[in-house]
């Protein structure tokens, strides 16, 4: 068994991000990078790169780059996704097009795309993998990438439909959110030298996991203190955004709640009053209890596939990871 312990994961992927050969200039294309790099955040996904591929029997330290292209490409997303939301804040700080402009996010956002193709470089023979590796990690991060801008622009979409149904809205983020914790474990696998049953197991966690987290932060958005979560609460509703929780209010409300819900989503200028009406909504149509068992149960199906594997520092490391994640408030 590999003596590489959680702690000493997480330090050699920091050490190595803190690293990273960003170049200097020019400044305006790579300080927004740097900075959005050092706000920090939960680095799950990378976590999840480096736990699968110990998982699966692999050394998780040669799977380090893979796991820096995958928080690359994440906070790539982020920087775009902030512009989109017109959000001003993330992790408690500004965003980049707050601090800087749209056209430097903009930029700087496409420059971390390309950086985060250029760490799978990384996985060649001249660095000891098999010739079948690269290509197999170059197709799971670029069909990750693609589902990813897939599930915004359904998002994206969803603002302009009266009505989402719950099975479009899973479906959504199962492509915005859930897709890129998917390949991270099964990119992880890869590096290991997993066979193609694990690879899908690995898969089935992340996917499951993937939806628990997004859900949550759903929920997280509506009745988590905003001084612990980083942004304000009820985002979601000022932005008129559909999710879990506002698609089965609509579902379960009378017809004049419904209009009523359905006036203070798609009024750009509602009020904290009008905000707090929906999430009383919420909690008087059982959707925020309904939310919560939903968010276990996707947990339990992700336990239940991390069973398939052998007891392992790394498979106890991803149930704590997973405990985590469904207990958290930020």
């Known amino acids: 068994m590999n003596s590489f312990t959680e702690n000493s994961i997480s330090a050699k992927f920091a050490k190595y ?22 706000l920090g955040g939960k680095r799950v996904r990378p976590q999840l790169v480096l736990l699968g591929c110990g998982l699966a029997g692999g050394n998780p330290e040669k799977a ?15 920087i775009h996704d902030d512009i989109m939301d017109g959000a001003t804040s993330r992790r408690g700080k500004p965003t980049v097009h707050s601090r800087w402009d749209e ?14 193709f250029e760490e799978l470089y990384y996985y060649n023979e001249l660095n000891g993998f098999a010739p079948s590796i690269f290509p197999e990690l170059h197709k799971l991060f670029a069909e990750a990438a693609r589902i990813v801008c897939e599930g915004q622009a359904k998002d994206l979409d969803f603002e302009a439909m ?20 998917k390949a991270s474990l099964q990119m992880g696998g890869v590096i290991a030298g997993a066979g193609q049953e ?27 203190n905003p001084d612990t ?27 004049e709640e419904k209009s009523k819900i359905i006036s203070i989503l798609q009024n750009p200028n509602c009020t904290e009053t009008d905000v707090e009406y929906v999430v009383d909504m919420f909690d ?42 469904k207990t958290r408030q930020t």
């Open 17 to 38: 991000l803190s690293k990273l050969p960003i170049p200097q200039k020019p400044s305006s294309l790579y300080d927004p990078v740097k900075y959005i790099l050092e």
């Open 64 to 78: 380090i780059p893979a796991a820096a292209a995958v928080e690359l490409l994440h906070n790539f997303t982020l």
């Open 103 to 116: 056209a430097t996010a903009i930029l700087s956002g496409d420059v971390m795309f390309t950086l985060a």
């Open 162 to 181: 009266l009505e989402v149904t719950k099975d479009e809205y899973i479906d959504m983020i199962s492509q915005k959110t859930a897709a890129l914790l």
């Open 198 to 224: 694990n690879i899908q197991q690995l898969g089935t966690i992340g996917m499951n996991a993937g939806i628990a987290f997004q859900i949550q932060d759903d929920l997280l958005d509506a009745i988590a």
């Open 229 to 255: 979560f980083g942004k304000r609460k009820g985002g979601d509703i000022y932005e008129g955004k559909k999710t879990i929780l506002t698609i089965l209010a609509l579902e379960r409300a009378t017809s």
């Open 284 to 325: 008087k149509l059982g959707v925020i209890s309904d939310t919560q068992k939903n968010i276990k149960n996707l947990y339990i199906n992700a336990l239940q596939a991390l069973e398939s594997f052998s007891d392992s520092p790394f498979k106890d490391s991803i149930k704590e990871l997973l405990d985590k994640l």
